[in-house]
């Protein structure tokens, strides 16, 4: 289990590098581990985009939707391109290789358009252990789920591993 955690980064580095083609990932996300922020398409639209949450990028924002439960690893920005209904932040499990939702661990109702939302992202460096779900415009409830890690070089704010998956 160990190995497929550590193959997960090593597959993304080496589509970012141009090792191996695109066509391989979901073609539904995108990712751009250079850059410390990724945009996730849904249905061909960017759907929502998250980033390493700032001073300086919290300030771009007259108001945000902020959860501080546990203030441990660093902060996180998800910002919505379009409404995401019944918005919820969410811990994520596996279990037999298969994703789910352990539990909600915040409710935002329905995070609109341009209205962030802020936190903190638990355990940077490993399997991803929170995520988030939200209802789409067709009423179909959507899991992903969030890893983050911290690069070494000083002038790159770290990555994220985003990936879509089917709740248990």
Known sequence: ???LFLAIPILLILVGCGYLPAT???????????RG???VL?????AWR???ATDELLSEYDSYVEFAHDERGRRIFVVPYITLYDFQWIEVRQEEFKDYQQSVLYSAGDLLVGVPFVT????LGTSPHRGLSFVDANGERRYFAIGAGQ?????AEGWFIIYEFDNL
């Open 1 to 3: 289990m160990k190995n």
């Open 24 to 34: 391989d990932m979901d073609d539904r996300l995108t990712f751009d581990i250079n």
């Open 37 to 39: 922020a990724d945009e």
């Open 42 to 46: 849904v249905d061909g639209e960017i």
């Open 50 to 52: 998250v980033a390493f």
């Open 120 to 123: 903190y992202h638990w355990e």
């Open 151 to 155: 690069t070494e070089a000083p002038e």
